[in-house]
């Protein structure tokens, strides 16, 4: 097989576990949504929360909502931002209301609002972040705080605020305070739980190490734990002073070994730990 072939071949794969990320993610979402969420009138954000205020006023269903304010939002979107959102967008922008209407009948896992604004959070933070995993989204809000920031000059992160916030404050007037605080509760675990899905639970520490012994801290690492080490050049910024940075990336296991490193050769080096999220290349995840 030529190599052109090949890549055909790789990009074909690529596209078709895209599309499944994509329906599977909108299915997920649908399910935290129609189990935890709706049923306890916990109107999280975006679409699936204006939905859910719609129907707690005027007994509309969710799924016909969601249709009703995604797909003119889809098409706003790229006649008015000019973008090609591509056709896995419009997939989830179509699949999502019609797994909700699926899921119509479906029992409440739950009718303890905390419980349905934390679980349901993690399970629609699931779904969002495997349909990004698609490069795709579901439409809804997102588009819209899109296009306030094109005409309003407020940031994106400003914009999806106001719109969420909005969405929030309707949950507490049209339901009740309480129903509005687990509202923030439940957009606050699905944020976090888009950001595990994407970057991952850190499982590697970036350490920085400002040390007078750079050779003796960089020999004892290779050694010790067999990790390659970057220098990089830094300046003090009181003494204008140049030193050279060490800077390493261990396995979390790897960390304490590498402080005690550290210590022996050097107990008064100045060390900057961080997480490191994903980390690719030798030792690591490959490319």
């Known amino acids: 097989m030529s190599k052109k072939n090949k890549n055909k071949v790789f990009n074909s794969n690529d596209t078709i576990q895209e599309y499944i990320y994509v329906l599977l ?104 972040g495997l349909v990004f995993k698609g490069n795709a989204s579901t439409g809804g809000t997102d588009l819209l705080a899109q296009i306030i920031t094109k005409f309003t000059g407020l940031t994106l992160g400003t914009s999806v605020l106001l719109i969420d916030g909005i969405i929030a404050i309707s949950a507490a007037l049209v339901f009740d305070l309480e129903r509005g605080l687990y509202a923030l509760i439940g957009l606050y675990v699905t944020t ?47 003494t204008g002073e140049q030193k050279l940075m060490l800077m390493v990336v261990v396995y979390q296991t790897e960390f304490t070994k590498l402080k005690q490193i550290i210590k022996t050769v050097d107990p008064s080096a100045f060390v900057i730990v961080s997480d490191a999220y994903e980390v690719l290349g030798e030792g690591f995840k490959r490319v």
Do not use: C, H
């Open 25 to 128: 993610g909108a299915a997920v979402i649908a399910f935290g949504f129609s189990v935890f969420l709706f049923p306890n009138q916990v109107a999280s954000s975006g679409v699936s929360g204006i939905s859910t205020i719609l129907n707690g006023l005027f007994g509309w269903n969710a799924g016909i909502v969601q249709y009703a304010f995604n797909i003119p939002l889809f098409i706003a979107g790229v006649l008015v931002l000019g973008k090609r959102f591509g056709f896995k967008s419009f997939i989830g922008t179509i699949a999502l209301p019609f797994f909700v209407i699926l899921m119509n009948d479906w029992s409440a896992w739950t009718d303890n609002a905390l419980l349905a604004a934390i679980f349901g959070g993690i399970v629609v933070g699931l779904g969002i």
């Open 192 to 238: 976090k739980t888009i950001d595990i899905v994407q970057l991952g639970f850190s499982q590697s520490k970036m350490v920085y190490i400002i040390t007078n012994k750079q050779d003796e801290v960089r020999d004892a690492i290779y050694m010790e734990i067999d990790r390659g080490v970057t220098k990089m050049p830094a300046f003090g910024g009181y």
